[in-house]
């Protein structure tokens, strides 16, 4: 496993791999690595001849206040689990690689996408996210790229993204990977103690309450639903809800009355931590 950490060496490492009909799947990270992502690095490994992962905590995605400097950072852990998984590429570039400029003189506006759900309380945040993609394919030039459903609204911009610009990349996305009690893994569940760890478990329990509601009650009413989800989530005292939406998954667009394919999206904070989930309902 090659660890990579300029543009031009990434460029130069995927020339020589590149040899014969092989093609590239990458698998963008901000480390700290979890099922979550090695479920990518998986998929992404059994449908390519090459896999490039990167690691990049991306500064531009982050809003003033939030947790960029201590968002958790583990190179050695996230080393030896890509290394077990034998990956072709690690790319780790640091943040003056990436970013001559600060701010960055040229940079991605992804619209209206990006002000909704998320983007209400992380003004700025997609538009981060998408820079980023785009620099990042530029530079590894994947065939394909595994991104995780966890993060629903950022597969909607990234093929928004990969539709406006032209990138001749496939997005691929993966199922949501959760702990035992359900709770989607994610590297910022590292910053709850003992007790908002065990509370952080009403984020997917309300999604399955909106679920069962939906297919096993046949409520249709997106309000009626919206509002048993909220009682549920704020029965939990350490649960401060951000928003509970019932979008369309192909365009994050809000639905009145409720037509399947559905997706139920949460967002909260559980003591000083943000989280999101979602669950998508399709007909059976
Ligand atoms: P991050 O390091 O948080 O930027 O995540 C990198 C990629 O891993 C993104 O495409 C995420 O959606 C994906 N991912 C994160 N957590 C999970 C999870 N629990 N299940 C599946 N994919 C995930």
Redesign the pocket.
Known sequence: MQIIRTIKDMRAFHKILRTGNKSTGFV????ALHE??L??VRRSKEENGITVVSIFVNPTQFGPGEDFNRYPRDTVGDLEKLSALDVDAVFMPEDGEMYPETPPAVSIDVGGIGRILCGVSRPGHFNGVATVVAKLFNIVMPDRAY?????LQ?TVVIKKLVKELNFDVDIII?????EKDGL????RNSYLNPEERKAATVLFRTLKLGEKLILNKGMDNTMDVKRKMEEMIRSEPLADPDYIEIVDPRNLQAMQDIRLPAALCIAARIGNTRLIDNIIIDKK
């Open positions: 963008p990270t901000m480390g979550g992502h479920s990518l991104f995780g459903q966890k993060d950022q993966c199922p949501v990977v959760r989607a893994m994610s590297s």
